[in-house]
Structures are given as structure tokens and as C-alpha cells.
T-cell receptor
């Protein structure tokens, strides 16, 4: 099976712009989670989608949003970018259950100038 | 809220030697899952090993094994016969298996360097 894929791998944006990141889960996986990784804060949970519904959300401002499509692909959007949004954004998928292991994609490196 | 602590920011080990990475966590839950993930310089987060809290037997995966001490809330990773390819950041993670509400909570990571 192909693994989790994320596009693009690298992005450079300027403050105030918005950005959309994409994640395609492993075939058959219906849950997609997003994490932000920074040197200072480490890995922090953004949100999780299952069957097109957000079922959990981390402690991030409303500028961070996401959605999931019927084919389980997910996108996350960050509006009004700030310098502090520079990070590695990781997507993870798992089959269905709450006890399933999450499998990660390679990440998207976002740099905000 | 659950917290995960990795007290060793950096470690190094000689090739073919054994190294142990420490992890402690705080939770009031009785049933949960613990993970070690590896993140090489390529950035891809790779699952190393998983432990269910209700299982007393320590998980093993080839050269990787854990020492799970539930009462002490400790979950260390032992890497035997270290290889250059083991050089990476290692993250300990906790998951509470309530229905549908189970993000991973990560420690800050340990940077492991395997030296030839």
C-alpha cells in the first residue's frame, strides 16, 4: 500500500497570505489528523477528521481550519499567516478505530517571511 | 491532561552498542497506548513500537524493545546493536483510547546519534 502523501513538500509564503496543504491518507484509512511541529513547541495536535467530520480539535486559533472529502483526502488551511506559523505540518492517517496506530506522511515545510 | 516527558534531549551511542531512551508520562487513565516514533533527518515520522497498557508483556520489534513500568509511568526504549541508520529524533507518544477523541500527545524528543 502506498503511504500517506502530502503536498506540497515545501512552501514559502509572506505574512498575511493564506495557504492550503493537502494530505492523502493510506488507502482504506478514514481518519486523518494534522500536527504542527516547531523547534520550540514540539509536536502539537491541530485537528482530526473522520468521515468528513471534525471529531477533535487542538488548541489553535480559528485561522487554522481543515476539511475532509468523501475520498478521505484532507486539506488544512491557514489564513492571515504569521511568522510563528512557520513549521513542519504533519498529516497522519489511521483506519477507523480509536485504538488504531497513526501513520505519518513526510510533512509540508511552511516558511512564512 | 496527559503529559509526556523525555528527559534526554540528546544521546549518542557507538555502532553495535546498546542504548536506552527514557520516557515518563502522567495520566489518570488506566487504559491507554504508548508509542515510540522515529524521525530521521528526512523528516518522515516512522512508527518504531507500540505498547498497550493492559498488556504486561513488554513489546519488541527486532532490535527495538521497551521497558514498560505502568506503576512508575515509565516507558523506555532500548535499541540493541545500534546501526548508523538509527540516527534520528525519537519521540515518545501517549494515546488515550476514548472513542474518536484520541490525538497523540508527544514528548519533546531525544536526538540520537549513532557513531561509527
Amino acid at each position: 500500500k502506498a503511504g500517506v502523501t502530502q503536498t506540497p513538500r515545501y512552501l514559502i509564503k509572506t505574512r498575511g497570505q493564506q495557504v492550503t496543504l493537502s494530505c492523502s491518507p493510506i488507502s482504506g484509512h478514514r481518519s486523518v489528523s494534522w500536527y504542527q511541529q516547531t523547534p520550540g513547541q514540539g509536536l502539537q495536535f491541530l485537528f482530526e477528521y473522520f468521515s468528513e467530520t471534525q471529531r477533535n480539535k487542538g488548541n489553535f486559533p480559528g485561522r487554522f481550519s481543515g476539511r475532509q472529502f468523501s475520498n478521505s483526502r484532507s486539506e488544512m488551511n491557514v489564513s492571515t499567516l504569521e511568522l510563528g506559523d512557520s513549521a513542519l505540518y504533519l498529516c497522519a492517517s489511521r483506519p477507523t478505530g480509536a485504538t488504531d496506530t497513526q501513520y505519518f506522511g513526510p510533512g509540508t515545510r511552511l516558511t512564512v517571511l | 491532561a496527559q503529559t509526556v516527558t523525555q528527559s534526554q534531549p540528546e544521546m549518542s551511542v557507538q555502532e553495535a552498542e546498546t542504548v536506552t531512551l527514557s520516557c515518563t508520562y502522567d495520566t489518570s487513565e488506566n487504559n491507554y497506548y504508548l508509542f515510540w516514533y522515529k524521525q530521521p533527518p528526512s523528516r518522515q515520522m516512522i512508527l518504531v513500537i507500540r505498547q498497550e497498557a493492559y498488556k504486561q508483556q513488554n513489546a519488541t520489534e527486532n532490535r527495538f524493545s521497551v521497558n514498560f513500568q505502568k506503576a512508575a509511568k515509565s516507558f523506555s526504549l532500548k535499541i540493541s546493536d545500534s546501526q548508523l541508520g538509527d540516527t534520528a529524533m525519537y519521540f515518545c507518544a501517549f494515546m488515550r483510547p476514548n472513542s474518536g477523541n484520541t490525538p497523540l500527545v508527544f514528548g519533546k524528543g531525544t536526538r540520537l546519534s549513532v557513531i561509527a
